[in-house]
């Protein structure tokens, strides 16, 4: 049955072995982030026997998957107040920035007999979550010190999510210093000072990651990919999974459009080059299923020429194979393509076990 995606549990597995080993020579921690492919429960369980030893994800309800394994969970995104009864049922730990939400948290544990634990994180610049002002910083420990249920274990940062501002040296030197003087002005038992996403890893393989012992990885996992410069980390895998795709249309066709010009089923005004007649193909699959900045063809005399929906178009004039109506083309997925397909019913999921 086509679409479907191939998932390399092997590669997976190899990718988390070998970027534990890194982080273990500079006595980093890794919480493995499950939310880029759903929290699967096959590949949760191959990252556990590679040694992750704490899983964090943005859903409460990919967490509550979880439930049955033996790993510490935490809560990655803040948590929304209507879910803090849950927070504190199905994670251990969960990232905060609000007052009001860590207070809803303590009234949540304090009433199942719980007791909860935070990573408070602080905005560097890249302007998605994080306390931005230290006045600010402060009063939210003040009062955190003051709810019954609550322990502050940590802080953090995020990066290159929401400004594209990556981490630097002197980002996770702030971080340390700043944790460093709150926690001795505020006696606080700090074990977690979490520097960051796969696009810190860079960092660490240049040794300059200042006190830093604990990074929250997803890319670099599935995809074996640092992602500040999107380098592959040394004896990775970057193709995990593979997308099999169905041609339904091949036809040889103008490569712009012509006609009346209104907008597209994106609402955008496309532009096109114009290469005279090109051989053109089109495979069921679409934008519900995969992203299309996310997705290379394995064979790379395919051009992507986007889609809509439900349609994949591409040019297939250079190719070396004659594509029919009926052909299986494969492609390597990026981060965006994996995140989609796994949320696709549509698309069926072939877990391998096998390196090849
Ligand atoms: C998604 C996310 C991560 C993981 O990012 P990767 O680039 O996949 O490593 C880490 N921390 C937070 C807060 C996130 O939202």
């Known amino acids: 049955m086509y679409p479907r995606l191939l998932v390399n549990l092997e590669k997976i597995k190899e990718n988390t072995g070998i970027v534990l080993e890194i982080c273990k020579k500079h006595g980093i921690e890794i919480l493995a982030i499950t939310k880029g492919f759903c929290a699967d429960p096959q590949i949760v369980e191959v990252m556990i026997q590679a040694g992750i030893k704490t899983i964090g994800d943005s859903?409460?309800?990919?967490?509550?998957?979880?439930e049955s394994y033996n790993v510490v969970k935490v809560l990655i995104r803040i948590p929304m107040l209507s879910e803090v009864e849950d927070v504190v049922k199905y994670c251990n730990v969960s990232y905060n920035t609000e007052i009001k939400t860590i207070k809803g948290l303590s009234l949540a544990a304090q009433k199942n007999g719980k007791r909860h634990k935070i990573i408070i994180m602080i905005d560097k610049g890249d302007l998605r979550e994080g306390v931005y002002s230290l006045i600010e910083l402060e009063e939210i420990i003040q009062e955190t010190l003051r709810l019954k249920n609550i322990d502050i274990v940590g802080f953090g940062i995020n990066m290159k999510c929401f400004g594209a501002i990556i981490p630097t040296e002197k980002?996770?030197?702030?971080?340390?210093?700043?944790?460093?003087?709150?926690?001795?002005?505020?006696?606080?038992?700090?074990?977690?000072?979490?520097?960051?996403?796969?696009?810190?890893?860079?960092?660490?393989?240049?040794?300059?990651?200042?006190?830093?012992?604990?990074?929250?990885?997803?890319?670099?996992?599935?995809?074996?990919?640092?992602?500040?410069?999107?380098?592959?980390?040394?004896?990775?895998?970057?193709?995990?999974?593979?997308?099999?795709?169905?041609?339904?249309?091949?036809?040889?066709?103008?490569?712009i459009p012509h006609g009346k010009l209104a907008l597209n089923a994106f609402n955008k005004v496309p532009?096109?080059?114009?290469?005279?007649?090109?051989?053109?193909?089109?495979?069921?699959?679409?934008?519900?299923?995969?992203?299309?900045?996310?997705?290379?063809?394995?064979?790379?005399?395919?051009?992507?020429?986007?889609?809509?929906?439900?349609?994949?178009?591409?040019?297939?004039?250079?190719?070396?194979?004659?594509?029919?109506?009926?052909?299986?083309?494969?492609?390597?997925?990026?981060?965006?393509?994996?995140?989609?397909?796994?949320?696709?019913?549509?698309?069926?999921?072939?877990?391998?076990?096998s390196k090849f």
């Not at 349609?311 to 009926?326: N, Q, S």
């Open 59 to 66: 859903r409460i309800l990919n967490l509550k998957k979880l």
């Open 171 to 255: 980002t996770l030197e702030e971080l340390t210093v700043t944790t460093k003087q709150l926690a001795d002005k505020y006696k606080l038992n700090v074990n977690t000072l979490s520097g960051g996403n796969s696009s810190s890893f860079y960092l660490i393989e240049t040794e300059r990651f200042h006190g830093i012992n604990n990074i929250r990885l997803g890319e670099a996992l599935i995809l074996g990919t640092e992602a500040s410069f999107n380098k592959i980390i040394p004896g990775c895998y970057n193709d995990a999974f593979t997308l099999e795709a169905e041609v339904i249309e091949v036809k040889e066709k103008p490569s």
């Open 271 to 353: 532009s096109f080059d114009d290469r005279g007649n090109i051989k053109r193909m089109i495979c069921a699959i679409g934008s519900q299923d995969i992203d299309f900045d996310f997705i290379i063809p394995k064979d790379d005399s395919l051009r992507i020429l986007g889609g809509s929906s439900d349609h994949f178009i591409l040019d297939c004039t250079l190719a070396d194979v004659d594509y029919k109506v009926g052909d299986i083309v494969s492609f390597t997925l990026g981060y965006m393509s994996i995140l989609r397909v796994m949320n696709s019913p549509y698309v069926e999921k072939v877990f391998l076990n």
